[in-house]
């Protein structure tokens, strides 16, 4: 997030002595003394989400992620170098640019790192922004924006993610089961009022005296965390950062396994602290089951995109946004490097705000997501092994019987007649596994043609001992046919089928397959 600069942050001194009884020494004491100002405090700032940040800009951050090489939060750009439209803060702001879409240009300039951007969007001269966009769900698709420089007021919820574990993935009912344990916080901080004054914030300032105490024995400054009963929140004593925060596509919540807690932490230079703040935050552990959209064209040389929202459900974007963290990025490294989810490799990850437009009598009205996507790739060596080599097998054995001689019809009869009889079988076992899908997948169109495949030899066993009678050389012209192309016409309609596929689907193809196409 941005920060104001130029003002000199209000020095406190280490002789500085907080006036305070003994009884402040008590963690369980002093907690409550601190929940009983808090709630009759007159400052509504205390109970209210007032806006933490406030600019005059055009509403929006360019898309960034942390780079733990170089310890900062760094822009994300396209494949050609463009920056991207990131968290977007402003409701006119998200009605006209999308987040995600690359910039092109900004006032008929190419723009190529943050640093040019971010001095445009600094200049004091500068009050308009014309923008030249890309629209990412389609990349042949360029449009223009203007945006007018106006004062945004929001606050942020700082979100954590702390563990995080997906522990099945059923792909015949759609859903995954995600255990996590989430972190919501508020930072309540030093502020500049209307003339410029850096000032507490009302919820940090009756933590001094109460969290943050004098210790007269060891003559130093001390705090206590608090633990914050749940009564608090449901009073709107103070704010609960988790309110309204809901979890997109979820069928259920497993109570029985829900665990929350809350505390309040202050930091102060008093207790040589860098910064002057109180975090107000709620830790969560949920196991959910999620919905989720699964691509089955490529199946079984398939990759899956798992998607997990967080989803501010009450308040808009000109409100309340939610802030990511590094700590996310740990989690999710963590989560990444261990081969713990059967038939699945795990690819890739990406974080990343996603504003949405909320079905509302009011227009133009946005919310802010958190969005996790995790990159999966199907493990296809038990489909390659125990379906589609032993359907070939089958039709290599059905197609054997081109070699054996046209007089033993009832031979040939039977061992085509089994061979197709088998091809149902195993399309009994993929029907298993799969819902009913209107589209068919690539081992769909493989045993489909297995099927026909499977049964041109039967054809052509009757018709070949037809023409022994009727006509000799017609019926030898087709048996050499038979045995130079049949097989061979059976391989390259399959390999047409994946190519078909993957040239279509590529980016729900396996990267195994991936080279048959280029991007």
């Not at 996790?372 to 493990?379: A, F, G, H, N, Q």
């Amino acid at each position: 997030m941005k920060s104001k600069k130029g003002l000199p942050r209000k020095a406190y001194s280490s002789e500085i002595k907080i006036d305070n009884p003994p009884e402040m020494r008590d963690s369980r004491f002093a907690c409550k003394t601190y929940f009983e100002k808090l709630s009759k405090s007159d400052d509504n700032s205390v109970r209210n989400i007032y806006s933490s940040h406030s600019y005059n800009d055009y509403g929006f951050f360019i898309e960034q992620i942390y780079d733990f090489k170089k310890n900062k939060w760094v822009a994300k750009k396209d494949i050609n170098n463009n920056l991207k439209i990131g968290q977007i803060y402003n409701n006119e702001t998200a009605s006209k640019i999308n987040s995600g879409d690359p910039i092109i240009s900004i006032n008929g300039n190419k723009i190529t790192n943050e640093e040019e951007l971010l001095k445009i969007l600094e200049d004091k001269d500068i009050n308009e922004l014309k923008i030249i966009l890309l629209d990412k769900n389609n990349k042949n698709n360029k449009y223009e924006v203007k945006l007018i420089k106006s004062r945004n007021d929001y606050s942020v919820v700082e979100y954590i993610i702390k563990n995080f574990d997906i522990s099945e993935i059923d792909i015949k009912k759609g859903t995954y089961e995600l255990t996590v344990r989430q972190l919501f916080t508020y930072r309540f901080n030093q502020d500049y009022d209307e003339n410029e004054v850096k000032k507490n914030h009302e919820i940090l300032n009756l933590a001094i005296g109460t969290l943050i105490y004098y210790n007269y024995d060891q003559e130093r400054h001390m705090y206590h965390v608090c633990f914050i009963p749940e009564n608090v929140f449901d009073e709107r004593t103070i704010m609960d950062p988790s309110r309204g925060m809901i979890i997109g596509n979820i069928l259920e919540n497993d109570k029985d396994l829900e665990r929350t807690s809350s505390k309040a932490i202050p930091y102060h230079t008093l207790i040589k602290n860098t910064y002057n703040e109180i975090l107000i935050s709620k830790e969560k552990f949920n196991v959910y089951k999620i919905k989720n959209d699964f691509n089955l064209r490529s199946f079984p040389f398939d990759k899956q995109f798992i998607k997990f929202q967080v989803i501010d459900d009450i308040y808009h974007i000109d409100s309340r946004i939610i802030g990511g963290s590094k700590f996310s990025y740990l989690a999710l490294d963590k989560f990444m490097s261990l081969d713990d989810i059967p038939g699945w490799h795990k690819k890739s990850y990406t974080i990343k705000n996603q504003t949405y437009q909320t079905a509302t009598q009011y227009k133009d009205t946005y919310r802010d997501s958190y969005v996790v996507t995790i990159e999966l790739e199907r493990k296809a060596g038990y489909y390659i092994f125990k379906v589609i080599f032993p359907i070939l097998l089958i039709l290599l054995i059905c197609w054997s019987v081109v070699w054996v001689d046209p007089k033993e019809l009832e031979s040939r009869l039977t061992i085509t007649i089994v061979c197709l009889l088998s091809l149902i079988a195993y399309n009994f076992v993929i029907d298993s596994e799969l819902p009913k899908l209107e589209y068919l997948t690539v081992l769909d169109w493989i045993i489909l043609i297995s099927y026909v495949y499977a049964t041109i030899p039967n054809l052509l066993s009757v018709v070949s001992f037809r023409l022994l009678k009727t006509n000799l050389p017609l019926g030898n012209k087709i048996e050499r046919l038979s045995k130079r192309y049949g097989l061979a016409s059976y391989i390259s309609m399959i390999l047409f089928i994946i190519f078909l596929n993957v040239s279509t689907n590529f980016d729900h193809s396996s990267s195994a397959l991936s080279w048959m196409v280029p991007r």
